[in-house]
Structures are given as structure tokens and as C-alpha cells.
């Protein structure tokens, strides 16, 4: 059984910054990639950053490339996303995802991950 929990999303003004957290927890020995989509209201989810299961490659969306940053923490078995400078555009839920494949072209596709989060509201005020 695996477990994807996150935290840390919130209210923010536009400009401002919010750091959230993903743990994982269950059988994630079978992890190459841990990922970030978002869906906004009326939209579909989207990618937002990826991260490989060492911590070594980084993979993001051009929309956030420079305020956001994916990070992992092995003792844990988590997964960061700092964001910075945030803009109202970036209102979403914020979903952590783990993938058994390894970073690959298809891993900007929900349909590449086999396990997702409950979600997180991240809210942008201008």
C-alpha cells in the first residue's frame, strides 16, 4: 500500500511564497520519479515539476521554470516544491504524484504516474 500526504499549501498574496511537502510512505522502493501537477478551476491537471527518485534530475513546466524548485529528501522519503513569486495564475490544486518509470518524455502525462496525493488548495491573491 502506498501513500502520498502533502501539506503546506495556503493563502498567499501575489509575489509571496509557500513550500509544500509530499511524504510518501508504503512500498516506494518501486519509485523512479516524483512529480507535481496542478489543476485550476475549469482546467485540466497539469505538470508541474518532476523530480528523479535520487534527487539528482529536475524536470519543470515553463510556466513556473525560475520561481519554483522540486527538491527531495531521502531520509524521509518526501518530495519539496518551493514556490516563489507567486502569481494568481498559479491558484490550483497541487497534487504529488510517484512513478515506477524512469524520467522519460512521458512523464509530463498523469497517466505516467501510478500513485497521487489527496491534494493540496494553493490560493494566489492579487
Known amino acids: 500500500q502506498v501513500q502520498l500526504v502533502e501539506s503546506g499549501g495556503g493563502l498567499v498574496q501575489a509575489g509571496g511564497s509557500l513550500r509544500l511537502s509530499c511524504v510518501a510512505s508504503g512500498r516506494t522502493a518501486s519509485f523512479y520519479l516524483m512529480g507535481w501537477f496542478r489543476r485550476a478551476p475549469g482546467k485540466e491537471r497539469e505538470f508541474v515539476a518532476a523530480i528523479s527518485w535520487s534527487g539528482v534530475s529536475t524536470y519543470y513546466a515553463n510556466s513556473v521554470k525560475g520561481r519554483f524548485t522540486i527538491s527531495r529528501d531521502n531520509n524521509r522519503n518526501a518530495a519539496s516544491l518551493q514556490m516563489n513569486s507567486l502569481k494568481p495564475e498559479d491558484t490550483a490544486v497541487y497534487y504529488c504524484?510517484?512513478?515506477?518509470?524512469?524520467?522519460?518524455?512521458?512523464?509530463?502525462?498523469?497517466?505516467?504516474?501510478?500513485?497521487w496525493g489527496q491534494g493540496t488548495q494553493v490560493t494566489v491573491s492579487s
Open positions: 504524484a510517484a512513478s515506477k518509470q524512469p524520467p522519460a518524455s512521458s512523464m509530463y502525462q498523469t497517466g505516467t504516474y501510478d500513485f
